[in-house]
């Protein structure tokens, strides 16, 4: 039996993209893989802006049609036991880095939350990703942690929509988050959308994982009417 998408013609950027997954539960990275021949689920060496991460090739994810503009990588080549090796420890350092930098913040009675921590396979740096509902002097908590570590830390801000798309998690709808799944860019999402769609406004029932009204209010919103239908009396 023939594929039923044999014949359709490709992107010519397509056939040198591939989308690899780099952090688990995060929307695949679209990476340039050059002359590699992949095949779904290889493990391989990803350059990225923040520096080389050991990711795994998928075709569980929209193909790449175009060249993308911005966040994306390049596929160095496939990882060796080495590189899985590296990353393992990478891992290990992720965690460690994680704990420490919440207990020190909660000694230091700071108003932080520690969303996430990225180390390279290569390197001494550590990217630490936070939320905080207010302006924060981290530099001491900054030095106690690279002198334990003895990384370099890269402190980075998110906005508490952008803490949730960059953790990843499932939804009320027991889907992945519409942000890590298949959003570029966060819409504007009103309590007057689920009002016209005649749900709940219940906070707890129409707000997302990050505290937020759901992003997917936005999304079917112009199907419905105007004004909900009311029963007459």
């Given at each position: 039996m023939s594929c039923c998408c044999a014949g359709l013609p490709v992107a010519p950027a397509a056939k040198d993209?591939?989308?690899?997954?780099?952090?688990?539960?995060?929307?695949?990275?679209?990476?340039?893989?050059?002359?590699?021949?992949?095949?779904?689920?290889?493990?391989?060496?990803?350059?990225?802006?923040d520096g080389r991460f050991v990711g795994r090739a998928t075709?569980?994810?929209?193909?790449?049609?175009?060249?993308?503009?911005?966040?994306?990588?390049?596929?160095?080549?496939?990882?060796?036991?080495?590189?899985?090796?590296?990353?393992?420890?990478?891992?290990?350092?992720?965690?460690?880095?994680?704990?420490?930098?919440?207990?020190?913040?909660?000694?230091?009675?700071?108003?932080?939350?520690?969303?996430?921590?990225?180390?390279?396979?290569s390197g001494r740096k550590a990217i630490v990703y936070f939320t905080s509902e207010q302006r924060v002097d981290f530099r001491r908590l900054v030095r106690q942690i690279a002198r334990q570590s003895g990384r370099r830390i890269e402190m980075r801000p998110l906005g508490v929509r952008d803490g949730a798309k960059i953790i990843g998690a499932l939804g009320p709808c027991?889907?992945?988050?519409?942000?890590?799944?298949?959003?570029?860019?966060?819409?504007?999402?009103?309590?007057?959308?689920?009002?016209?769609?005649?749900?709940?406004?219940n906070p707890t029932k129409i707000s997302g994982m990050c505290g937020r009204l759901m992003c997917c209010l936005s999304h079917e919103v112009e199907n419905y009417p105007t004004a909900p239908n009311r029963r007459r009396k």
């Open positions: 993209w591939i989308r690899v997954v780099v952090d688990e539960g995060t929307e695949p990275l679209p990476c340039r893989k050059g002359p590699l021949d992949l095949r779904h689920g290889d493990d391989v060496v990803v350059e990225t802006a075709l569980l994810a929209s193909p790449v049609l175009k060249e993308p503009r911005s966040r994306a990588g390049r596929v160095v080549r496939r990882a060796t036991e080495e590189d899985l090796r590296a990353r393992d420890a990478a891992l290990y350092d992720e965690a460690t880095i994680g704990r420490q930098m919440r207990e020190h913040a909660a000694e230091l009675h700071l108003e932080i939350n520690i969303q996430k921590v990225r180390v390279p396979i027991g889907r992945c988050l519409c942000c890590v799944s298949f959003m570029n860019r966060f819409h504007s999402v009103t309590v007057r959308m689920a009002k016209r769609q005649s749900l709940s406004l």
